[in-house]
């Protein structure tokens, strides 16, 4: 094993993760803007394309799995809940698992406009340079997934 692949010693790991968390904050941000510019013209808030997105990729959730998949308190997510229903964008099933707390599912309307935001977010998406290999991002997801792990400790409520 040649030193690139080698383990790093926790004192250097957490000098070089300082520096992926430092390009995070910005990304996020940047990326957020964006999408709060694409979104405009649909009508649709970060936060409420936050759940038609997870809708759309898990079928339907109670608002408690929302708020532990997104990382989000409760309460926010029901909130984005509230308007998306508001807009037509999600509906209320019954819980067979539970019999106070529904199922959010996406509405006809939600289904549509949330395919709609994916597909122009993928074409963007494309645009990406720097010849990036599949190993690469297979890191890249790896070691964010890590850190979002180190703070699952975190109290979001």
Do not use: W
């Not at 994916?118 to 070691?143: N, Q």
């Amino acid at each position: 094993m040649n030193d690139v692949d080698r383990p790093l010693p926790p004192d250097e790991l957490a000098g070089r993760l300082t520096a992926v968390y430092d390009l995070v904050g910005p990304l996020y941000r940047r990326a957020q803007r964006s999408v709060e510019q694409g979104l405009t013209a649909d009508g649709l808030s970060v936060g409420v394309r936050a759940v038609l997105t997870l809708l759309h990729g898990n079928g339907p959730m109670t608002v408690p799995q929302m708020g532990r998949a997104q990382a989000i308190s409760r309460q926010f997510v029901q909130r984005m809940v509230n308007d998306a229903a508001a807009q037509g964008l999600v509906e209320s099933i019954p819980n067979p698992a539970h019999r106070r707390s529904s199922l959010i599912r996406l509405a006809p309307r939600g289904r549509a406009v949330v395919t709609a935001v994916l597909e122009r977010e993928h074409r963007l998406l494309r645009e990406v340079g720097g010849d990036l290999t599949d190993a690469e991002v297979t890191t890249c997801v790896r070691v964010l997934g890590e850190l979002l792990k180190a703070l699952d400790h975190v109290d979001l409520d």
